[in-house]
């Protein structure tokens, strides 16, 4: 049966070690709510650290116990020594990847010796996760302390179903190239099927990040990279929607706990009935915007001095990452500040702001929710903000006023909260301002609105849906075998075979790209491999290309050999002249000549090639995403806009080329079947034009692509190399192509 495991830093439990004895209870919290339905079930497993060095669980029998009692719950912990904290968690995670994922990469401390903890710890993960997963298992690994895993898995175990969800932001490609490993860390996640992000802002910048690092191929939202494709999707978590709503409804008709915070609250506003809370929780970290919401505050005091004794903003910090200075000197920072506002506004009766430092139980959290007219929250950089969603589902009575900032995923789904930059402390001040004087109405207005939005994707659905797509994608998913495995049958099918028709693409087939197409002339050692294959008198061979035929014919004139031009325009037979396979007229390229000029002038360095039939916008010179976004646009009109010119557009290698609909290398290559009765077939190609032959081929044809996209062919080649070893070894002894290409075994192992 199939199983699925989650993978996480920490597992979801409490560990205590009191007198010799350990003891632990589960962990509430988003995650654990939002995969209940998947664990604890059906030999399903939960993989993580336990939260304490290795060194801190006294005697093997009592870590025995823990191991029987861990297991018993299908969880499976992983043991760190202090040296592995120090490093992997908090070195590399949280003083490199936390700081720089928030764009504060001054605060990163890159070092290799954090670097080698993470990947060794990374690999201790794999080893133990290994030892549980069969073939066609699912694994989900969670957040930034495992980015390398992935790939890890699938070179082990490549029918595995990897997913993977980043919890924080993705940067931009700016910040992000600011890690020294930052290739490897994009390896380790495109050894995924799916990767999550919550917002569509974090899953673009990925991909272009990937896009800049990595020699890969990238359709929408798939990457395909070395012969592996991952989806990458957006899937905004949300919270247990209901646990909030029944807490609250619960506390509004239940009698007050006597000592609660919610009977505290109640003896304060006896006397100050007049005061409206705002309130503010988050983990005491940098980039919750902590010290810009006090700064707001006191502006908005400073302002607004008829609101004094009025209002009083809650602020709830948890403790974390204590022992880390860079939170200690933060933790100062606001003591400091809260005692400074506090000093400069209170009055006899009166203290602006309440500071608590410390964790709650889930009642208590609660009551604040619920107490508090207005919930700020400002975090300069947040992947999503749960506390946005909770403050909101836990607004039974549907009055209050959300304050969030713009840098919060959350933002992106509840618009109608007030919006603001969280470094603009006058937009902070004037939100507040306008939140305190709502109407009731209008405060229900949006309030219902959110709610229905965080009801409608609560965290069970959040995992039902990644899951769900995951499980549908194949984890071996881009299946054609290398021709080179299968090469030995090829060859005695060649070898048997009395007429041969051979059909070869020139760039990016037999040629590697570069940025100066005019210079890919055929060098030596592609000529006599041509000359050779063509010399044999049982083979025809064609190149078929969108070049040119007047750049064709200069090249290979003198070759024994058949040259299609320009997709399939023009044919030109081994020391013929050249025929036109096309009849009709290109009255179409006045209109569309003029659409890529408007790009053309927009986008510096792409430019337009103009052949007989062929209209061509190149933009490989053009840097980054810019010319990438450039081609989507043109695709996009030119699909829309021109329906009625009878006209194609074949989106190429950095290039979009506009034809008659009726020009492919598909019905060229038809015409060219028709000449004999082939009992071989053999077609190569590596772009999309190269799929119009693929499809027109006999099912006994050989076709073959060549890099890592999507394809109708039967076959796969790396690169023009292993292409040019592969027709080798079809017109030679093997021996003679080891001799000619001088391939050693070690070699010989890089090319296949
Ligand atoms: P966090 O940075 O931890 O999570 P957040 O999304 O706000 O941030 O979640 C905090 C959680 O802790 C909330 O569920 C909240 O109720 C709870 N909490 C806060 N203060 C508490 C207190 N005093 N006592 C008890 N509980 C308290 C990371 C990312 C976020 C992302 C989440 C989920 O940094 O951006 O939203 O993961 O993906």
């Not at 673009?204 to 890969?216: D, H």
């Not at 209008?442 to 994707?457: V, W």
């Amino acid at each position: 049966m199939k199983k699925i495991i989650i993978v996480s830093n920490r597992l979801p439990v409490e560990l205590k070690i009191e007198n010799d004895k350990i003891t632990f209870k589960q962990s509430v919290g988003g995650l654990t709510t939002g995969l209940s339905s998947v664990h604890p079930k059906d030999h399903n497993l939960w993989v993580g650290w336990l939260g304490i060095p290795e060194q801190e669980i006294p005697g093997s029998s009592l870590k025995d116990d823990l191991m029987d009692e861990v297991i018993r719950k299908d969880y499976i912990p992983i043991f760190l020594t202090e040296e592995e904290i120090d490093s992997y968690y908090y070195g590399y995670s949280n003083d490199i990847i936390w700081p720089l994922f928030h764009y504060f990469p001054e605060y990163a401390k890159f070092n290799s010796y954090y670097w080698s903890g993470y990947k060794k710890v990374n690999e201790k993960f794999a080893r133990e996760i290994l030892n549980y997963t069969d073939e066609n298992d699912t694994v989900w690994v969670h957040d930034y302390h495992l980015m390398l895993l992935p790939a890890m898995l699938k070179t082990q175990q490549s029918h595995l179903n990897i997913g993977f969800f980043l919890h924080i932001p993705f940067p931009t490609y700016e910040v992000f190239r600011m890690l020294p490993s930052r290739v490897e860390i994009l390896k380790g996640l495109l050894g995924t099927n799916l990767i999550g992000f919550h917002t569509s802002e974090y899953q673009q910048y990925f991909i272009e990040s990937v896009s800049r690092l990595l020699p890969c191929e990238i359709h929408g939202n798939e990457i395909i990279y070395e012969g592996h494709k991952t989806v990458v999707e957006v899937f905004p978590m949300g919270i247990d929607a209901d646990e909030f709503e029944n807490e609250a409804h619960l506390q509004k008709e239940q009698e007050i706990k006597p000592q609660s915070i919610k009977a505290e609250i109640k003896e304060y506003t006896k006397h100050s009935p007049q005061v409206r809370f705002i309130i503010s929780i988050d983990r005491l970290d940098y980039s919750k915007g902590i010290v810009n919401r006090l700064e707001a505050f006191d502006y908005f005091l400073e302002n607004n001095p008829h609101y004094k004794e009025q209002v009083k903003l809650l602020m709830l910090a948890v403790p974390s990452r204590t022992c880390v200075p860079q939170y200690q000197l933060l933790k100062k920072d606001i003591d400091e500040l809260v005692g400074r506002i506090n000093s400069k506004h209170a009055t006899v009766r009166w203290t602006p702001i309440l500071y608590l430092f410390r964790s709650l139980p889930f009642e208590d959290l609660i009551s604040l929710y619920t107490c508090s007219d207005v919930a700020l929250i400002t975090p300069v950089r947040d992947g999503m903000n749960l506390v946005a969603k909770e403050y909101v589902m836990s607004r039974s009575d549907q009055d209050g006023v959300l304050i969030l900032s713009e840098m919060a995923g959350a933002s992106k789904e509840l618009k109608e909260a007030f919006i603001i930059n969280p470094m603009n402390y006058r937009e902070i001040s004037n939100a507040l301002l306008q939140a305190l004087e709502m109407p009731k109405e209008d405060q229900a207005k949006r309030i219902k609105i959110m709610q229905d939005t965080i009801r409608n994707n609560n965290v069970k659905k959040w995992a039902t849906n990644f899951l769900t797509q995951l499980e549908g994608i194949p984890s071996n998913n881009l299946q054609q075998e290398s021709a080179l495995k299968n090469r030995k049958s090829i060859i005695e099918h060649y070898e048997k075979a009395e007429k041969r028709l051979i059909l070869l693409d020139y760039d990016g087939t037999l040629v590697g790209f570069q940025d100066n197409p005019e210079m890919l002339a055929p060098d030596k050692e592609l000529t006599k491999l041509i000359r050779t294959l063509a010399g044999n008198s049982k083979n025809d061979l064609y190149l078929i290309s969108g070049r040119k035929k007047e750049n064709l014919e200069a090249w290979f004139a003198d070759l024994p050999i058949g040259l299609i031009a320009e997709h399939g325009s023009f044919i030109r037979q081994s020391n013929k002249d050249w025929k036109s396979e096309f009849y009709g007229k290109s009255h179409w390229k006045k209109k569309i000549q003029k659409l890529l000029e408007s790009y053309t002038e927009k986008i510096p360095d792409s430019f337009i090639e103009e052949k007989t039939h062929v209209l061509a916008w190149h933009y490989r010179k053009v840097p980054g995403e810019i010319g990438v976004r450039g081609a989507r646009e043109i695709v996009q009109m030119l699909r829309t806009r021109t329906m009625d010119l009878g006209i194609q557009v074949l989106n190429g290698n950095k290039v979009i080329e506009v034809t008659a609909a009726s020009i492919n290398k598909g019905n060229a290559v038809r015409n060219l079947m028709r000449q004999k009765d082939y009992d071989f077939i053999l077609a190569i190609g590596d772009d999309t034009t190269d799929e119009f032959m693929f499809r027109q081929l006999p099912s006994q044809a050989i076709s073959i692509k060549v890099g890592t996209a999507e394809s109708a062919a039967k076959y796969r080649l790396k690169d023009f190399k292993q292409v040019r070893f592969f027709l080798y070894a079809l017109s030679e002894k093997e021996t003679i192509v080891k001799r000619i290409f001088d391939i050693g075994n070690e070699n010989k192992k890089q090319i296949i």
